[in-house]
């Protein structure tokens, strides 16, 4: 196996809040196709070879936001990168932090 960027991504309990937090994408109500997104990119990272990914900022239903953050990058024939979330209310303030277990990254 070549070496190469590996995703773990978002713990499994913060892509459940998105999917039942996160503002859907934008719908044209005319020819009913996605016309924008609810999130906007804040930071990105980097993989091995130079390529860049996005870390993103996510509206919620209820006025406040999520931002994605790199928690960790070990390394297995290439870094394997973790997410995690950061959610906040509509005043800025933090609310709750998912990130992977110690465990899970150490065992990578």
Known sequence: ?????HFAGLPESASLFLKENEL???????CNQITGFNW???????GMFGDRYDL?????KDGGYAD?????TPWSGG???FLGLRV????????KIFVW????????
């Open 1 to 5: 196996m070549g070496r190469s960027d």
């Open 24 to 30: 859907p994408p934008i719908i044209c109500p005319t």
């Open 40 to 46: 906007v990119v804040i930071d990105h990272y980097w």
């Open 56 to 60: 993103l900022r996510r509206r919620l």
């Open 68 to 72: 994605d953050f790199l928690q960790a």
């Open 79 to 81: 870094p394997v990168f």
């Open 88 to 95: 906040y209310d509509k005043e800025g303030n933090l609310r």
């Open 101 to 108: 277990p110690d465990e899970t990254i150490n065992n990578v």
